[in-house]
C-alpha cells in the first residue's frame, strides 16, 4: 500500500505547514503504508519524506531531470527515481499509488491534485483523493467547491470524493472506508 502526498517544494509561513508534513509521514510509516511524492528534498515535499523515513517507512521519490537541481532532489531515500517530464512524473506517481494526499502548496500542488481528481471523476482510477486541511490552508478552496456544486458544474457525488480532514489518521481511516461513486470498498477493490 502507498498514498502520493502532493506538497508544496517551499515550507510556507506557518511553522505547523511543517509539522503536519512531518507527522504524516511518520503516520504512513506508523500505519506500514509507503509514501510516494514528487521527490524534492526542500519545503513540505522533503518533510513528508523525513517524516516517513526517520519512522522507519519506505520512500519512492520521482523527479524529472530538469527539476532535480532547481528542487535539490531528494538523494538520502532509497528510491529516488529522474524521469524525462513532469508529464511521466505524474503518470508514474499515479501508477505507483493507492491514493492521494495534497498537504498545502501552490500551483503544482493543485495542479496535481485537480489532475488526479479529475482521472477519478471520468473513471480512470477508483482511489481516494483527500486534502490534508493544516491550518485552515483549503477551507476556501471546500468552500469554493461547495459553490461550484451549487452552482451545477459538479456533481455532489464526484464532489463526495475528494475527503477532506485536519487530521491525518482520521483522513486515512476515511481513505480505508472509502467507496467510489460506482460501488464497492477501496481496500476490496485493492485486493481483487
Keep these: 500500500m502507498r498514498i502520493c502526498v502532493y506538497a508544496g517544494s517551499n515550507p510556507g509561513e506557518l ?39 526517520a519512522a522507519g517507512g519506505h520512500v519512492t521519490g520521482i523527479i524529472p531531470g530538469f527539476l532535480e537541481q532547481k528542487e535539490i532532489a531528494h538523494h538520502e531515500i532509497a528510491d529516488l527515481r529522474v524521469v524525462g517530464s513532469m508529464h511521466e512524473r505524474k503518470t508514474l506517481m499515479a501508477e505507483l499509488s493507492d491514493g492521494f494526499i495534497a498537504l498545502p502548496g501552490g500551483i503544482g500542488t493543485f495542479e496535481e ?56 489518521d482520521r483522513l486515512l481511516d476515511a481513505f480505508a472506508a472509502y467507496e467510489p461513486p460506482t460501488g464497492g470498498k477501496w481496500l476490496e477493490l485493492e485486493t481483487t
Design 113 to 168: 491534485l485537480f489532475e488526479i481528481w479529475t482521472w477519478s471523476q471520468l473513471g480512470q482510477h477508483r482511489k481516494p483523493c483527500g486534502l490534508l486541511n493544516v491550518a485552515g490552508f483549503y477551507d476556501r478552496l471546500v468552500a469554493f467547491l461547495d459553490g461550484v456544486v451549487a452552482e451545477g458544474f459538479l456533481k455532489e457525488d464526484h464532489r463526495r470524493t475528494l475527503l477532506t480532514d485536519t487530521d491525518a
Design 15 to 53: 511553522p505547523a505547514y511543517r509539522e503536519a508534513a512531518t507527522a504524516l509521514g511518520a503516520t504512513l510509516a506508523g500505519r506500514g503504508i509507503g509514501l510516494v511524492f514528487g521527490g524534492g528534498r526542500t519545503g513540505l515535499m522533503g518533510a513528508v519524506a523525513d517524516g516517513c523515513r
